[in-house]
């Protein structure tokens, strides 16, 4: 047989398709990977342990740049635990309005990850179809909160803006507009040959493999685990609402898009009902001005786009918490990349590290 | 005539590089018209100027060469890959008498000296001492030559049906009905083996910025550069004239409209198809490399060895025989 | 194959449908009232509480105040505010905890600029900064005083 | 001798042809070696298109430049792992290639003294592709078919013995 060289590639931290600024050693035998190492920390800001040195209402600016794509499920997984750990009520119009914003990020969060995985497999136009419907979504949270990315909207006990006039009939305007737009997504990437011959049966891993490895999310679904934050540990106000959990079947990538595109549909639906139901009311609760956290400890579980995004807070009594974690969910998901890369051609490598959808503010925490 | 034989080529090279500018900014403006924007527009009026300017950003930048990279043969890569796209427009017939050599085998010219762009992709892609540049240089290489062989094939109907390889007889061989309609399949074989020839969307692998950064230009900076792009631009535009003359019946006018002079007609057609090129562009995903190659070796060249045999069968049918 | 060309017609039905960019340098964006721009500062409003600075997760506010120069007055009255854009995140927070709303989110936003120096920006440059201030500073409070039903 | 433009043609034609062959031998650096014989092998397609012999011409270029040196670059490229070659040093070798070369050239310079060449000046125009199919397809058509079902042959066995070695 032909001697051919193993070579050393090096993808990133500087490269196209990372997403970031994430560093892949690749081990290439011709096109053929034989070992992977992924490489993280180039986008490490400390934010846990910046954390340790602020307030619970300055640790929420800091949220919003773990996951920017989806940030105010993170800033509610932070609130959330500090007001589980404080046993703080919470208005009802608040977490209404916590709900819509939270599913509406979920859906544009998973618009940017249809558009930047088409455009790794080389097309252009539906990441700009995919962030024109993103770009309503900011300009909603732009006029709720004042800002398109790093919304820190979310406060312990409330929320920080009631909906502005007319606010609550645009969402809604954008929901029935978005489950029609659907339709034309289906039409211009479910259906493309060449996109399904890129993703079928590539990037599978078993349920056990998806257990194992702790991933969490769409990445577990597709392997036909039924895992959802959301129904299984419910917070907020999820249990009063209908919604289906998505499962994939394959588990290749293609199930991944499919699963994706129907959880956006089943966040559609969630707002749709919330809008139905949601009432004037206060939005903030009964909070003292200066926060003062009891001791103890506390983990709660949130459903981000990504996965279970959690957040554990030590507290020694005092207005700052003594250790804050996050469990981030792209980090735990990126885990299994090197098993999934073993033995497969180059040009899947993008194909596959697509599909985990990683966003590396929240992979190097 | 003899005015003609030396202003000629020289003639031909400007109105290229005006091709060249504009089908440049041609591109970008369709792909940002599918993409609800409307694509470059600052630099002089509708953006006309804007591939003006970054042709003199091209030629100010910094000449690099990596320190680690064969010196000569870096700097000959880009000749060697644009020379041949220059000189297979010699035998493109533009109109009657606007052509520059008539070749009896003017087809095979073509396709033969097209392959030798290749060998300047190829050298260059080694010359840069860089990995993914190689990666890419060599995926280029087996793409092209994989594809060659399909797109000759396809041809071969329409050889079969003018008994000429001179591009003036296959164009005058459409006065009747143009090729596209009897030689459908081997249109369709020949537009995707057109595509994998000029490495674009979807398979522009061996450039492929997703996986492979800018494959093997990676290292080329400035006037070499933009020779490579020059050269891609330049076998846009003589694949879509051989397109032309090959399938939509070169400047032969349709509905009988003779006062509309043929080069408009040709240059109608031309745009079409370079319109087609970039519509595809803006809308496919790019193929995994040996899908690329099963699909030239599995499926386009069983499908174009089918044509022949269907077009010899139909020349045989007495009805159908005055197509064929 | 039917899959592609479905794609292909509906990139061309794209391209009749109106343009959806803004033509930002040239036409300003525009941006809603609620809108987390650069801050105004007021200073005969600041009581100095010092609050802002103690709230803002960057410590990116600096001040000091002085005793009133009036006599008959109590409290005391700001001498330096200044805020280094450099970190400055423009989350809202010292906006949020000011009582007398001396320091107000304005819709500005074009803080580019060749020099970090230029960053950072003084008492006076913030009180100059007195265009499109936002309206709506106080959401929290209870329905009726601000915010919108449905 | 009048200096036309098709004398210069084939001057530089030749000049290009010789110095492409010679620097194959003397490059050291494999991918230059390849390089300089696509230069050596496009030189006699030029050279052909002088004779008019137009289908040669091309089908030089794509045999020889298009493919046979691609593959030979394609392969250095992807297999070796030093482009570089050291100096053979053998004398016997040089003795026995000077040797060997001195026969060549002996016997080449007795041949052409014993041919006869067409001392007048052809039209070589008549002989277009019309006639090479014809000769391809009627007079020599069993050792053609029989040459390409060889080549067939050729090629299917080298692709067993290649996924043969695969599988071990």
Redesign the interface.
Known sequence: ?????E?L?NMGPQ???THGVLRLVIKID??IIREVDPVVGYLHRGTEKLAED??Y???I??TDRLDYVSAMTNNYAVVHATEKLMGLEVPERAEYLRMITMELNRVASHLVWVGTY????????PF??CF?DR?TIL?LF??????RL?Y?YM?VG?V??????????KVEEFVLYMQKELA?YH????????????TRGIGIYTKEQALSYALSGSNLRVTGVPWDLRQHQSYSLYHQFQFEIPTGETGDVLDKYHLRMQEIEESLKIVKQVLDV?K?????GKVPKVLRVPEGEVYTGVESPRGELGCHIVSNGKNKPWRLKFRRPSFYNLQILPELLKGE???????ILGGIDIILGEVDG | MDLFFYLGPIILMLLLLGFVTYAILFERKVIGWIQNRPGPNQVGPWGLFQTIADVAKLLLKEDIVPGKADRALFKLAPIIAFVPAFAILAVIPFTESWQFGDFAVGLLYYIAISSITIIGILTGAWASNNKYSLLGGMRSAAQMISYEIPLVLSVVGIVMTTGSLDLNDIVLAQKKVWFIVPQFLAFLIFLIASLAELNRTPFDLPEAESELVAGYHVEYTGFRFAFFMLAEYVYVFAMASLTTCLFLGGWLPLFGLTMIPGILWFLLKFSLVVFSLFWIRATMPRLRVDQLMQFAWKVLLPLSLLNIFLTAIFKEIPVLSSFY | MFGLLKGLGVTLKNMTKPKVTYNYPAEPIPVPDRFRGIQHFDAEKCIVCNQCALVCPTDCITLTGKRNPDPEKKGKVIEIYDINFEICILCDLCTEVCPTEAIVMTNNFELATYSRDDLFKNMQWLHDNNQNIRQENMSSKPPGAAGGAK | MEITGEFIAFFILSILAICGAVFMIFFTNVVHMGVSMAFTFLSIAGIYFLLNADFLAVIQIMVYTGAISILMLFGIMMTRHKETEEKLNRPIHYGLSIAGAGVLLVSLVLLSRGATFVSDAVDTKGYGIEKIGELFFGTYMIPFELASILLLVALIGSIIIAKKEGQE
Not at chain 1, 1 to 5: D, G, K, P, S, V
Not at chain 1, 118 to 125: E, R, V
Not at chain 1, 142 to 147: D, P
Request: proline residues 5%; charged residues 20%; aromatic residues 6%.
């Open positions: 047989m032909l001697r051919t060289e070579m590639l490269h196209p398709s011709g096109e602020l307030t209402t300055q640790i600016p800091y088409l455009l790794d497999l080389g097309a252009m136009s700009l179809y024109q770009e300009n732009n006029e709720l909160c004042g800002a790093t820190n406060r409330g920080k803006w009631d909906a502005p006039e007319g606010w609550l009939q034309t039409d211009l990437i479910s259906g493309n040959d060449i996109f399904l011959q890129r949601i004037e009311g206060p939005i903030m051609n180059i040009s899947n490598l993008v194909a």
